[in-house]
């Protein structure tokens, strides 16, 4: 079954709002083995609506709408699906009457605009609205249907679960469609999205010829580049089945071009696999931040139960800060040796068993004869201290976040080291 979404609003168009709907519904879909090719964004313009359901319908045996069946002028969803069907608006009393509990429950009169909301295009379904005032609408267009919900993320949602996926999948199992879709992803840093792509290029070239397993690439700004790998089997288990075995081929081929760049998978960010590795060895993290100016402990105490293992940090933005409260000699402060005693420092100081510190030179200009994006990491360890340099581009604030990430990146890499 292929499922077409058409996101309704002008401000969607204007960038004024974000469409998660769209993406969290595609989500959804792809999870229950439902195919979802296209997505429409369109205006608030009767016409140009209208044109988008109608395209939806040409290519689609589903179409999901969200957005624009408020009470305002330029909520006109409803009218483009009668329009679309080929019938009238029809007002419903008991949504009426509904609407107006909604309102007098909070102590309030409805406005005569909200009564827009209970019409309903003629041969059309209800879904009742729970946690607002516009009901969804469940439309059939012939052998296809279209699905009308509000706009506001909950109450789609909602909606969505309720009684939308119910029907959809009741018309796959109907059509003899059980498929399943799964996706996993692939969180790596230190490549780049084409030197990615070359390195899993025979995996792409194989699968061309099947269309069961897809490869694509996301570049995610200050989180590395992630690498989607989605399967389609006949039921669950055996798309789980595909998923493990591409997986592992990719995970196969990233390693022999770049080593371990994979740092996590799915939802696991970089601060979750360096809580991962401390745990395991009942370890714990201290920080000392210069040019970062708290960035990295701002992301450790993302990680639920952070308080286990992270002892805390110094913000040593100063250089006397550094030379006073860290013990780190006197001198210039971005170079290698002043990163090292930085960590030397904050784990004594914080009386923890390992400890990062973060130094260089943010920009715009340079210091200590060192350039912007000038970044030198200091790692502290039980067994030795050491550092690594890093060349980080960009203006300030891109500067500091690639140092934040890229500082724990050189952390996890010396954490396996002593594996």
């Not at 999948?169 to 084409?194: P, Y």
């Not at 075995?245 to 998978?265: K, M, N, T």
């Not at 004594?348 to 030179?361: F, K, M, P, Q, S």
Request: aromatic letters at 6%.
């Amino acid at each position: 079954m292929r499922v077409e979404i058409v996101a309704v609003g002008t401000e969607l168009l204007l960038g004024q709002i974000a469409d998660t709907n769209s993406q969290w519904l595609g989500e959804r879909l792809a999870a229950h083995g439902i195919t979802s090719h296209f997505h429409q964004h369109v205006g608030d313009n009767h016409e140009r609506i209208v044109s988008a359901f109608r395209t939806a319908l040409e290519r689609s045996d589903a179409v999901i709408v969200c957005g624009g069946l408020g009470p305002t002028q330029d909520d006109i969803t409803r009218a483009a699906l009668a329009e679309v069907m080929g019938v009238g608006l029809v007002r419903h009393d008991e949504l009426v009457e509904r609407i107006r509990s909604f309102f007098e429950a909070r102590g309030r009169t409805m406005s005569q605009n909200n009564l827009l909301q209970a019409d309903v295009p003629m041969g059309a379904s209800v879904i009742e609205q729970v946690r607002g005032t516009a009901p969804g609408l469940i439309c059939p267009v012939g052998t296809q249907v279209m699905y009308a919900v509000p706009g506001v993320p909950y109450e789609m949602s909602d909606m969505f679960e309720r009684a939308i996926l119910p029907d959809l999948v009741a018309r796959q199992r109907a059509a003899g469609e059980t498929a399943v879709i799964v996706s996993r992803v692939l969180r790596t840093w230190g490549a780049s999205e084409s030197g990615l792509a070359e390195a899993v290029a025979e995996r792409f070239d194989a699968l061309i010829t099947s269309p069961r397993v897809t490869i694509a690439f996301l570049a995610s700004g200050i989180e590395g580049i992630k690498v989607r790998i989605t399967a389609r089997g006949d039921d669950r288990e055996h798309a789980l089945a595909l998923l493990d075995e591409e997986e592992q081929l990719v995970r196969a081929l990233i390693a022999s071009a770049f080593g371990d760049i994979v740092f996590g998978v799915d939802d696991e960010t970089m601060e979750f696999a360096i809580a991962q590795r401390l745990i395991a060895r009942g370890w714990t993290l201290g920080l000392a931040e210069s040019l970062t100016g708290g960035l990295i402990a701002s992301r450790l105490v993302n990680v639920a139960g952070a308080s286990q293992w992270f002892r805390g940090g110094v913000v040593s933005y100063a250089s006397d800060v550094k030379f006073e409260l860290l013990k780190v000699t006197p001198g210039p402060v971005v170079s290698g040796s002043a990163a090292e005693e930085m960590a030397r420092g904050a784990r004594e100081l914080l009386r923890c068993d390992v400890a990062l510190a973060v130094t260089g030179v943010a920009g715009p200009d340079g210091q200590d004869d060192q350039p912007a994006g000038t970044v030198f990491v200091g790692l502290a360890l039980p067994d030795q201290v050491s550092h690594v340099q890093l060349r980080v581009p960009g203006d300030r604030a891109r500067v500091r976040a690639f140092s934040a990430i890229g500082a724990l990146d050189a952390l996890r890499r010396e954490l396996d080291r002593l594996e």
